[in-house]
């Protein structure tokens, strides 16, 4: 198009059912341009490519779901007695010491560690990199070894032009949707470029004409925070792949943001991919998007819908794991902690819901209607909030930061059955350090999300932070996370519990995927987030990755490893 499509805004009005949250509006966007890539081989060639949970019949009366009476303490203070899970491989992903076909990567802190999962690969982001990885079964002999990278992960968008191909940023995120057997790489961009002009396609002949790659400043936190004040806006940048290769060719998208897209958190829902960002650190003011799923899948011209919320903590929306579908139409649900860190409120007794329900024919029908609070045990942020000197380490005065004020990725939506699962993790200020605030809530039969069982995972004196939790075909609950003290080098470890076992119980011996070997002295910023995956081949094995420090290592190192709970 010859100028950047305008957005067509229509107001609506909400009734804030608690915290002084305000909508200020919905927008309804066309991408700007759309595309199908070349396989990613053709893009930047690599060498040695070688071809007790009870189903039940009905859903749970909320007179049922009350975990009163039956959980009377909600911080574990104890191990767990069963089998630790089993960790079935693990491997280094990118970071310090990686090499793979295409070299090295100079990386930056945060890792913003990124991961997921398909039949037959591992495909990792980190920071401004990417990679992919076999994975052991039908075409693999073996898990972990490096296929394609690292290599910058705007390369998905080579030949697409504009700023996702021109701005390789942080923060992108990989997905694989197991709903239509496809990968999603969602990327957004830190710097106003200009409007394009060049024309929407349906399709690219050949690859565009490569360009160079913006290079960031030194400061890169910096120029993060403090976007330029060029003409132009920032963008969201959208490849999903056409087929379970994750070589390829990608359907790209590209959707202009007027407000600076920060920590995106894409998930998968039948009607759409949804994303959280943030207009950044220093406003209370978040974003709500959702693209048409159905259309992009196919490489169609869709659209895209926004709200706007201020007054607000950061938010995230569930993502759906394994093939059961949520009932036809259902909204998707998005949760956040209560507080507001800028406000120096660090404490609250609430977590937050909204149900976003999108109308891709008639966009004034889309809501978001919240937030709803669901009473849960006080909690406080972790080390009062993200960016603070929290979690100490051996032979060094930094401390790490804990990321304490949000709802961490991902946010598990499971459908057993026609029991429907959402599970969440935070992390919080313990009796004696930090821990692991997870909960598990479940949806009645009039669609309103209530609390099923909590607990802190404290069982010691060292601290466990920065979780990602994931809940299997069966309804176990597997929960990675970060590990350290003043003692202990910080490393990555993982717990969990059956379906059977008592509420509120991590149950199973904590499992180490990786101890650390040295102390991170050159920043207090850690991954800002873990991530765990499900395996689609068996539903059950839950891949999980995180940083640690090898001995001498200049910067950090990362984990992949694969667990099950259960045979």
């Not at 990725?409 to 969440?424: D, F, N, P, Q, W």
Request: net charge negative; proline share 5%.
């Amino acid at each position: 198009m010859k100028n950047l499509l305008l957005a067509s805004f229509l107001l609506l009005t909400i009734t804030c059912m608690a915290q002084n949250t305000s909508l200020k509006s919905i927008g309804n966007y066309e991408p700007v341009r759309f595309d199908t890539s070349e396989p990613l081989t053709s893009i930047y060639k690599a060498t040695n490519l070688t071809s007790g949970f009870a189903t039940s019949n009905s859903l749970v009366n909320s007179s049922e779901i009350g975990v009163e009476s039956k959980q009377n303490f909600v911080e574990q203070s104890f191990h767990g007695s069963q089998n630790s899970p089993t960790l079935v491989t693990s491997f280094d992903g990118i970071g310090w010491g990686f090499n793979g076909p295409h070299g090295a990567a100079t990386l930056r802190n945060p890792s913003d560690n990124s991961l997921a999962v398909g039949p037959n690969h591992v495909v990792q982001t980190v920071n401004t990199r990417m990679a992919i990885f076999t994975k052991k079964g039908e075409k693999y002999d073996t898990s972990g070894e490096v296929l394609y990278g690292p290599v910058n992960t705007n390369n998905v968008f080579k030949g697409f032009g504009g700023p996702c191909e021109r701005i390789n940023n942080g923060d992108a995120v990989v997905r694989y949707d197991q709903l239509a057997d496809r990968w999603l790489i969602v990327m957004p961009t830190f710097r106003r470029m200009q409007s394009r002009t060049d024309t929407i396609a349906t399709r690219l002949d050949q690859p565009g004409k490569a360009v160079k790659l913006y290079e960031p400043s030194s400061n890169y936190e910096e120029e993060r925070q403090q976007p330029t004040e060029l003409d132009g806006t920032f963008c969201m940048c959208y490849a999903i792949s056409t087929s379970s290769d994750p070589f390829g060719p990608y359907y790209r998208y590209e959707f202009k943001r007027d407000l600076f897209p920060d920590y995106p958190r894409p998930a998968v829902w039948p009607d759409g991919y949804y994303t959280t960002t943030s207009t950044g650190d220093h406003v209370n003011e978040r974003h709500a998007y959702v693209v048409d799923r159905e259309k992009m899948l196919k490489g169609e011209k869709a659209t895209e819908q926004s709200f706007i919320l201020q007054d607000i903590n950061f938010v995230i929306n569930a993502d759906l794991d394994g093939k059961q579908l949520p009932p036809p139409g259902a909204p998707n649900i998005m949760l956040g902690t209560g507080g507001t860190q800028l406000e120096g409120i660090l404490e609250d007794d609430g977590i937050y819901v909204w149900k976003y329900h999108v109308d891709w024919e008639n966009p004034s029908n889309t809501t978001l209607d919240g937030p709803e609070k669901i009473q849960v045990e006080p909690y406080s942020y972790l080390c009062g909030g993200q960016l603070t000197s929290c979690v100490p380490q051996p032979g060094t005065d930094v401390r790490l930061d804990s990321q304490g004020d949000k709802i961490m990725s991902r946010l598990i939506y499971r459908r057993i059955g026609k029991t429907e699962s959402i599970v969440a993790v935070h992390s919080v200020n313990t009796a004696t350090s930090g821990g692991v605030r997870w909960y598990e809530f479940r949806l009645d039969k009039n669609r309103d999300v209530k609390l099923y069982q909590q607990s802190t995972f404290a069982p010691d004196a060292s601290y466990r932070w920065m979780a990602s939790p994931a809940m299997d075909a069966k309804g176990n609950i597997g929960i990675g996370y970060s590990f350290g003290s003043a003692t202990e080098f910080p490393g990555q470890r993982f717990a969990g519990r059956l379906s059977g076992d008592k509420l509120g119980v991590l149950t199973m011996k904590e499992a180490v995927l990786v101890d650390g070997e040295d102390s991170q002295k050159n920043t207090l910023r850690w991954e800002d987030y873990t991530q765990t995956a499900m395996d689609p081949s068996d539903d059950m094995t839950i891949w999980y990755v995180g940083d640690y420090f090898k001995k001498g290592g200049e910067n950090y190192s990362t984990k992949i490893g694969a667990f099950k709970l259960e045979n």
